[in-house]
């Protein structure tokens, strides 16, 4: 199970994130791109960026923890559960969220830091 607080941790470990809102709910953004909110209106749930063709495969596995609503049908978004995604494919989620939307230029400077990082394999 997770939780916002843990959304916004493992966000927080790339760079250029900030917390803020987006349509009045709690949100995240890169360098002011939005990438993911909480949906406090209706089922509630995470939304999250995420490739069209990895949406496609997360609603055809029939998982319950990934779902859609006709609002999101045709966006690069698919909605999760908190309450059933686990803490590593939540991190997963997020990471290629950010990818997703981080300027190349931020990419750049997040991958050459990892790769200066003691025990890095660069």
């Known amino acids: 199970m997770a939780t916002w607080d843990d959304v916004v941790e493992i966000a927080m470990r790339y760079p250029e994130v900030e917390e803020t809102t987006s349509w009045q709910t709690p949100s995240l953004k890169v360098k002011g791109r939005f990438f993911a909110r909480l949906r406090t209106e209706a089922e509630g749930g995470l939304a999250i960026?995420?490739?069209?063709?990895?949406?496609?495969?997360?609603?055809?596995?029939?998982?319950?923890t990934y779902y859609t609503t006709k609002h999101y049908d045709g966006y690069a978004m698919i909605l999760v559960d908190l309450a059933r995604i686990e803490l590593p494919r939540l991190a997963e989620l997020i990471e290629d969220a950010w990818l997703l939307k981080a300027p190349i230029r931020v990419h750049k400077a997040h991958e050459a830091s990892r790769n200066d990082s003691p025990g890095a394999d660069g």
């Open 49 to 64: 960026v995420c490739d069209p063709s990895e949406k496609a495969a997360l609603l055809a596995s029939a998982d319950p």
